[in-house]
Nanobody, 124 residues
Framework: QVQLVESGGGLVQAGGSLRLSCAAS????????MAWFRQAPGNDREFVVI???????YYADSVKGRFTISRDNAENTVYLQMNSLKLEDTGVYYC??????????????????WGQGTQVTVSS
């Protein structure tokens, strides 16, 4: 069993930065892929970024160059550094853990565990 708890969301002006954290319980953290998804009001949940257990990362085109994912296996925590935030980055951000297949890692149903989400609001 894995429990995920996100933190670090908040209100920030466009162009600003936030760092989200996702603390995980459970002994299998280091072996699992960890991902961030987000959901804006009225929109479907969308993939943001994944970090595989070996460290390989893939980003959605919309955040590439602005967001950086990192993981600390000793602390069972994954981070999402978000820079140059835009209005369209607003949403609830969720971290997810699992063993997704490579061809379908952008699909939420590939992940076994989810956090409760943290709100990110970018204002003009």
């Amino acid at each position: 069993q894995v429990q995920l708890v996100e933190s670090g969301g908040g209100l920030v002006q466009a162009g600003g930065s936030l760092r989200l954290s996702c603390a995980a319980s459970g002994r299998t953290f280091s072996s699992r892929a960890m991902a961030w998804f987000r959901q804006a009001p009225g929109n479907d949940r969308e993939f943001v970024v994944i970090t595989w257990s070996g460290g390989t990362t893939y980003y959605a085109d919309s955040v590439k160059g602005r967001f950086t994912i990192s993981r600390d296996n000793a602390e069972n925590t994954v981070y999402l550094q978000m820079n140059s935030l835009k209005l369209e980055d607003t949403g609830v951000y969720y971290c997810a853990a699992g063993y997704p297949r490579f061809m379908t890692y952008r699909r939420g149903n590939e992940y076994d565990y989810w956090g409760q989400g943290t709100q990110v609001t970018v204002s003009s």
